[in-house]
């Protein structure tokens, strides 16, 4: 089963059409250095804050991946666009 990185933070309304476009050079980069990285989602909840996930074939993929996150420039210029952030790793149990 795949892992999944979820992240909760908050972006300012004027910060979102730049974050988007950040965040996507950001899942470009990863992916091009780390292809396990099967698939990510945004979502807009409705208390304003959004929840990312990312999700990865194996735990070992998504570790290598984001030990190598603090040498990539995206990282930091995308979430500096966001406010209280928060991550969690998780293992899928079931998808239909």
């Given at each position: 089963?795949?892992?999944?990185?979820?992240?909760?933070y908050s972006v300012a309304d004027a910060?979102?059409?730049?974050?988007l476009a950040r965040r996507a050079s950001l899942i470009a980069t990863v992916r091009a250095?780390?292809?396990?990285?099967?698939?990510t989602a945004l979502i807009l909840l409705e208390?304003?804050?959004?929840?990312d996930t990312w999700h990865w074939?194996?735990?070992?993929?998504?570790?290598?991946a984001f030990a190598a996150l603090?040498?990539?420039?995206?990282?930091?210029?995308?979430?500096a666009?966001?406010?209280d952030a928060t991550a969690l790793n998780g293992r899928l149990v079931d998808e239909r």
């Open positions: 089963m795949s892992v999944v990185r979820s992240h909760r910060d979102l059409e730049e974050f250095a780390h292809p396990g990285l099967t698939h208390d304003g804050t959004y929840s074939a194996t735990g070992e993929q998504m570790g290598a603090p040498t990539l420039p995206e990282a930091p210029l995308t979430m666009l966001t406010k």
